[in-house]
């Protein structure tokens, strides 16, 4: 691995920048230089929230990602139609296809489709979809490994929240099952 | 110590605490809210005071009582907050009183944008307050930067008792980096007998002030400070170089544009142009001296930065003419992409040859 430059993106309320921020903790956990970017603004409730992670072997420069994305998680259809033109050719595009009917229309990236929310529907707690979309995203470029993200995470819970890590791992390897 | 996966503005606060700073004074703004909810969670932790004021004006002069008594302290604001501040910030610098002031700052001018922007560099450089005064600002560009500078930013503003402003923008403050908090190395600072926190009969009373009517005394007291601005200027600079050797073209930038920019000199270097950065840490004092040191392969310069062009003024006094000063920039909240730097650099290159 070089440098991964993900781009994470969905509609307030989804997790995608709890998801960004757990991915550039286990890339701190392993070692690897981590930044997170989140977008801000005079955003609403419902509105659109994304952020840039950037993890890789070298100093990060710029932790804004342009043209360059090696990865785009898209958790809604306006996502989709926004970041899809960020990915740079062979880029990977994660897309959470029980809320988006559209497939992606460039021929030059890799497309994943993965049913987060019905999966975190069976799971039993419709919260969990960010990590059914970031389980299929770190099987595919296993830049991390699955447990660093749960020790992650049993470090932002904390130690009242330690009921939730079973349901959260389930999650995740349910997501990376998708695209094996 | 361990790393620790922080925001910018909290991370700049934790510095500061660790700094031992116990007083903080300010007024909400984006973006650099989480900077005074962080101290507000914190402080009264260690014993110390969190006071959201009823405006900027009222905070700056909450730090000038507080820095008064010889406590350490800070307020922070962002570019049209830190306007408000400028009177307050004069009349620090005039009664020579320590503090640390953080601008986490966003476009403008009047009440601007949100996003990030470099505008406020004149604002921080030449001061929007009266009278002759400076001080030190530190740009740092990433989140390690901005903790270590802002610990330093403390032992500079009582060694020198001085405020020191600590400058990022929207992005230093909102996002996320590894951070380390190492331990202060230990400076030898100059006992604090000016401070009014009363003479117990045991000596004449302290006053602070910035108040002078007599002309002469005053003029002492500018050829006072002058002289320490001279040493700051001296002692205090600091700068980064970044690919220097056999440079065709040198770019300047500083804080998170500097970072944008050394993607750009990366990216440059591989299709076989040699670009080099000098990358301003302190701009005030401004590195002028780092210029001298420019490789004689250079045939042009380029000042990039979030503004319209301010920082460029400095590239021009210190390159005394010698190599022809080009500028790119974007304004607003909008942020520089690699690529059109490169395109610059390119467009110069090609017509400096």
């Avoid at chain 1, 050719?89 to 049913?115: F, M, Q, W």
């Avoid at chain 2, 640390?100 to 009047?110: D, E, H």
């Avoid at chain 2, 009440?111 to 600002?137: C, E, M």
């Avoid at chain 2, 003029?219 to 700051?232: C, F, P, Q």
Wanted: glycine fraction near 10%; aromatic fraction near 6%.
């Amino acid at each position: 691995m070089a440098t991964e430059k993900i781009i994470m993106a969905g509609f307030g309320g989804q997790g995608v920048m709890s998801m960004g921020q757990l991915l550039t903790y286990a890339g701190m956990i392993e070692n690897k230089q981590v930044s997170w970017l989140p977008s801000y603004g005079p955003e609403m409730r419902g509105g659109t929230a994304n952020c840039a992670v950037i993890v890789s072997d070298s100093p990060v420069g710029s932790p804004i990602i342009t043209g360059d994305a090696t990865a785009a998680i898209v958790m809604n259809l306006p996502s989709l139609i926004k970041f899809e033109e960020n990915l740079k050719p062979e880029g990977k595009l994660v897309i959470n296809s029980s809320l988006i009917e559209k497939k992606a229309e460039r021929k030059d990236i890799n497309a994943y489709y993965v049913p987060a929310n019905e999966i975190a529907n069976e799971l039993g707690n419709s919260k969990v979809a960010n990590m059914v979309m970031l389980g299929a995203y770190l099987e595919l470029t296993k830049i991390v490994p699955i447990e660093t993200v749960i020790d992650a995470l049993k470090k932002v819970f904390g130690p009242s929240k330690q009921d939730l890590v079973p349901l959260n791992k389930e999650a995740l390897e349910r997501g990376a099952n998708c695209v094996k | 110590m361990d790393k620790v996966l922080m925001k910018g503005n909290e991370a700049i606060g934790a510095a500061a605490i660790k700094a031992g700073c116990k007083h903080f004074f300010g007024y909400p703004i984006t973006p650099q809210n989480e900077l005074p909810e962080f101290m507000s969670r914190e402080l009264p932790k260690i014993d110390g005071v969190f006071v959201q004021a009823e405006s900027e004006v009222a905070a700056i002069n909450m730090i000038y009582g507080a820095a008064g008594t010889g406590a350490r302290v800070m307020t922070s604001s962002s570019s049209p907050g830190i306007a408000l501040k400028q009177e307050g910030i004069s009349y620090l610098a005039g009664a020579e009183l320590p503090c640390v002031i953080v601008n986490i700052s966003r476009g403008g001018p009047g009440l601007g944008g949100i996003q990030p922007s470099q505008a406020d560099y004149y604002q921080s450089t030449r001061g929007g307050g009266n009278g002759d005064y400076r001080h030190l600002v530190y740009a740092p560009a990433t989140l390690q930067e901005a903790v270590d500078l802002t610990i330093e930013a403390f032992d500079i503003a009582d060694y020198y008792r001085n405020p020191v402003i600590v400058l990022g923008d929207g992005m230093i403050g909102q996002m996320m980096e590894p951070v380390e908090f190492k331990e202060p190395k230990k400076r030898d600072l100059p006992d604090k007998d000016w401070t009014t926190t009363g003479t117990k009969r045991n000596r004449k009373p302290n006053i602070i002030n910035s108040l002078a009517l007599d002309p002469a005394e005053l003029e002492k007291h500018n050829i006072k400070l002058d002289k320490k601005y001279k040493t700051i200027e001296e002692k205090e600079v600091r700068h980064e170089m970044y690919k220097m050797d056999n440079a065709e073209v040198v770019l300047v930038a500083y804080g998170t544009t500097s970072r944008i920019v050394k993607n750009a000199i990366d990216a440059l270097e591989e299709e076989g142009i040699s670009v080099g950065l000098i990358r301003p840490i302190t701009l005030w004092p401004f590195p002028y001296k780092a210029f001298a040191e420019i490789p004689n392969t250079c045939k042009a310069l380029l000042s990039v930065e979030m503004s319209m062009g301010q920082m460029i003024d400095d590239v021009k006094i210190a390159n005394e003419g010698k190599l022809p000063v080009h500028f790119y920039g974007r304004s607003g909240g909008m942020i520089p992409t690699p690529e059109a730097i490169m395109e610059k650099v390119k467009e110069i290159w090609g017509g400096a040859k």
